[in-house]
């Protein structure tokens, strides 16, 4: 008896003298998929000062104590999600003006118009996601219309993958553009020599120029409308592909002072100030802002014929499309940007471009190791140009791109070129990873989307029956880890996000079902019913 007395003392000793550690944040009873190297699966997470502090198969809750406890009740768990291609403050501007995304006809788009010049009476009209691929009469549509509803007021509505706009004749006259009108890296879209409206590429510039600029109270609102959308979603991370100085810098301003908190990869544009000013800097990094690579275009979009490609469209004779920097170019500002410690990322959708980055990418990298320059898109490439990605280059490809492209792509390239076309599964292969991304506002902001069509190659009514060039689908592991763990590790920052591991940021998404295990047809119903920043729920 008296040995049971003593055992009970010490024991309750032991306990008084070793209390539990408090924490921020404990959240137990939980799928949890670490996405860490062995991509393990845990029960419960700790989270203090913001960071992972203890990740589980046991209730931690026996370790440590808190005030904020959480019964995940069995529901799934993921890092938080990465899109490693989206353009996030245009996303917030696209708020602010007339959204065309998803309409059906050109007559459509003038009853939008229409509508939000009534409501806003904007001086210059603004909109932006039209594409004619998913209209019963796919030519280009021309400002005749437009014309007529508006003479006097400016009129610049944006092709879905901002590659093209459409303007009235207001908007030309202010921009300069007439018949005579010379353009490189683009073109004046004219039928039977008369200008029909449609500007791709380059000459969209001269429509910016005079395009009213957004005031910092209308930056600031598209900047915190974007966030809401993102953290919705679950995503936690953006990598912004083409930012302005003032724009990175009114970012920084906000995480700052607490209005804005998601993270944000920041690629800066490629413009003579915005070069001059960060590859002298060099790297700008906090907790929430990376700014350390320069995006640049190499042509245009494979909707509007801009991409350029090695061999004519098939779809419309004698026309490559354009490179928007020329090879000359290219190779001059890849010996810029390897000679810092900025990464170079580029917007290659034809063939023709990507060769052309390629191997601007070879030659500025020879000698020089673990830089993770990026092809952004890396949509169609030739059978024998694959094995360039195996030198260290990473493909940051959009799964979601080959679902909305897939009904007409073969049009454009043909049967044969269209199989080095959306090639995913290939492009790791050859790369060991690929950074997956949106490219909203061109597509849906939904990670989900992107998961299912990586993995189901498909459309939201099952189209095509087996998927689309099948073999080219992910696996759902490389799917999560792309918008993870390889996105992360494509920013150079998979030492602090990425995964569920100690010592990483505890960014992290509760979803609604199993995103390993339910039925594929399920997966765009998912949704994010809890995300978590730095251990702050957001959502």
């Not at 005030?67 to 890092?79: E, F, H, R, S, Y």
């Not at 001059?276 to 245009?300: A, P």
């Not at 492009?427 to 597509?443: I, N």
Request: glycine letters at 8%.
């Amino acid at each position: 008896m008296r040995k049971s007395i003593g055992f009970l003392f010490l024991t309750l000793f032991f306990f008084a003298c070793n209390p539990k550690e408090e924490v921020d944040l404990i959240v137990y009873n939980a799928n949890i998929y670490t996405v860490d190297e062995t991509f393990s699966k845990a029960t419960s997470i700790a989270v203090k000062d913001g960071k992972f502090v203890e990740v589980s198969e046991n209730n931690l809750t026996q370790k440590y104590k808190s005030k904020d406890l959480l019964d995940a009740q069995g529901n799934t768990i993921v890092p938080g999600l990465i899109d490693a291609h989206c353009h996030f403050y245009g996303l917030g501007l696209n708020q602010q003006v007339v959204d065309l995304v998803g309409t059906k006809s050109y007559n459509e788009i003038l009853e939008k118009v229409e509508a939000f010049q009534k409501e806003r009476q904007s001086s210059f009209i603004l909109g932006r996601g039209w594409d004619q691929n998913d209209w019963e009469d796919k030519n280009f549509p021309t400002k005749d219309k437009l014309d007529e509803m508006f003479p006097q007021t400016p009129v610049a509505l944006e092709r879905v993958d901002g590659h093209a706009y459409l303007v009235n004749q207001k908007a030309l006259d202010m921009a300069g553009i007439t018949d005579k009108t010379v353009v490189t890296g683009g073109e004046i879209v004219k039928e039977n020599g008369k200008i029909i409206g449609v500007l791709v590429d380059s000459p969209m510039a001269m429509v910016d120029a005079v395009m009213p600029k957004p005031d910092r109270k209308t930056q600031i609102q598209a900047l915190k409308d974007a966030e809401k959308l993102c953290f919705d979603y679950g995503l936690t991370t953006v990598n912004d592909a083409g930012l302005h100085r003032s724009t990175i810098e009114l970012i920084d301003s906000l995480q700052n002072t607490g209005d804005l908190s998601i993270r944000v990869y920041a690629m800066v544009s490629n413009t003579t100030e915005n070069l001059d000013h960060y590859l002298e800097k060099g790297i700008v990094k906090t907790d929430k802002l990376n700014v350390r690579s320069v995006k640049v275009y190499g042509d245009g979009a494979l909707g509007s014929r801009g991409a350029a490609l090695k061999a004519p469209y098939s779809d419309k004779e004698d026309h490559f499309g354009a490179m928007i920097t020329p090879m000359d170019q290219m190779e001059a500002l890849a010996e810029r940007i390897a000679a810092t410690e900025y990464q170079m990322n580029t917007h290659a959708i034809g063939d023709s471009a990507n060769i052309v980055v390629l191997r601007a990418y070879q030659k500025a990298l020879e000698g020089k190791s673990d830089r993770r320059w990026k092809v952004e898109h890396a949509q169609v490439i030739s059978e024998m140009d694959f094995d360039y990605f195996k030198n260290g280059i990473i493909p940051s490809v959009q799964p979601t791109h080959a679902t909305s492209d897939m009904y007409w792509a073969e049009d454009r390239l043909g049967e044969e070129r269209v199989k080095g076309a959306y090639a995913f599964k290939k492009l790791l292969g050859k790369a060991g990873t690929v950074a997956l991304g949106t490219d909203f506002p061109v597509e849906r902001v939904s990670p989900f989307l992107t998961f299912y069509a990586a993995v189901a190659r498909k459309d939201l009514e099952n189209y095509p029956e087996g998927g689309f060039q099948i073999q080219d689908a992910l696996s759902r592991e490389e799917t999560l880890k792309g918008m993870t763990i390889w996105a992360a590790h494509s920013n150079f920052e998979e030492n602090e996000k990425g995964s569920i591991e100690i010592g990483k940021w505890a960014d992290f998404v509760i979803l609604s079902d199993d995103i390993m295990n339910v039925p594929e047809d399920n997966i765009p119903q998912l949704k994010a019913e809890q995300v978590f920043l730095s251990g702050e729920q957001v959502k």
